[in-house]
């Protein structure tokens, strides 16, 4: 994580150097993920320091080369690329303030991803983010930022999903279904936070909105980490996967720290109920 104290102290074009850097290291994350064989990357939200900050905020123009050699690389091998926003980015805030740094966020994210030539499956994936205690009127807050504000280029990529504590399945699939917006689930989020739908039912409605976009679905499978009790406990990533859904999707993300090691261990475990 950046300090800003950082960027007054080195300089813009410090932070710019760590950013083309940044894209020098995903080209070489690229080329090891297809050496063993994983095709599927989420690309970190820090490429870019400050890039979407409202008063230091930047172009990715100066790192266009590079983008577009990410690109062509990952398309050149058939990897999936994708970007997963921070908590931060709360697309029903009634603060004016934090939707405007919200919507910064994801047009920068789409900067990247556009200028690195990923097509349709190079989704931007957020929760439903806070409920201000109101959940029915943040939902009805969301559906008019993705409809009037975001421009189409960032909704084009625009996916939701469930999490743990505020929006489960059940909360989004109304919204994403009206909107088109695709909804990515999560097994961990629904296990602690869980919709009366069964996912094999969640999954089969929420494939529906890809195919009809044309994109290829995505879902995330994670568990608690071993011992975990309390729910801010369990909503801790395990490093590993122990137990694996009989309905898995094809095209699934991990949530794993140390990720390597957990796909290598995961390609080669059971399925479990």
Aim: proline letters at 6%.
């Amino acid at each position: 994580m950046y300090r800003l104290e950082s960027l007054k102290k080195n300089g813009i074009e410090w932070v710019k150097e760590l950013g083309r850097k940044n894209m020098e290291d995903l080209l070489t994350i690229i080329q090891w993920n297809e050496e063993n064989n994983i095709r599927f990357f989420r690309i970190s939200s820090e490429m870019f320091p400050f890039a979407s900050h409202a008063q230091y905020g930047y172009s990715l123009e100066y790192c266009h080369t590079l983008l577009s050699q990410a690109g062509s690389l990952a398309k050149k091998y058939g990897h999936r690329l994708t970007t997963h926003p921070g908590q931060y980015t709360q697309l029903g805030s009634p603060r004016l303030e934090v939707l405007q740094a919200s919507v910064r966020e994801l047009k920068y994210h789409c900067e990247m991803l556009d200028r690195m030539g990923v097509d349709a499956d190079g989704v931007i994936i957020v929760h439903g983010g806070g409920v201000y205690n109101d959940k029915a009127a943040t939902l009805d807050r969301i559906k008019s930022t993705i409809q009037d504000v975001l421009p189409e280029n960032v909704r084009s990529r625009l996916v939701l999903e469930n999490d743990e504590m505020c929006y489960n399945a059940e909360d989004l699939l109304p919204l994403c279904e009206e909107l088109d917006i695709p909804l990515v689930f999560d097994y961990h989020h629904d296990a602690l936070n869980p919709s009366t739908i069964p996912p094999s039912l969640i999954i089969q409605r929420a494939n529906s909105i890809f195919a009809r976009r044309g994109i290829r679905p995505k879902q995330h499978l994670s568990e608690p980490r071993p011992g975990a009790v309390t729910l801010m406990e369990k909503r801790a990533h395990a490093d590993r996967c122990q137990f694996l859904p009989n309905d898995l999707p094809d095209d699934m993300g991990e949530e794993y720290k140390p990720f390597d090691f957990a796909l290598r261990e995961l390609t080669s475990t059971p399925r479990k109920i």
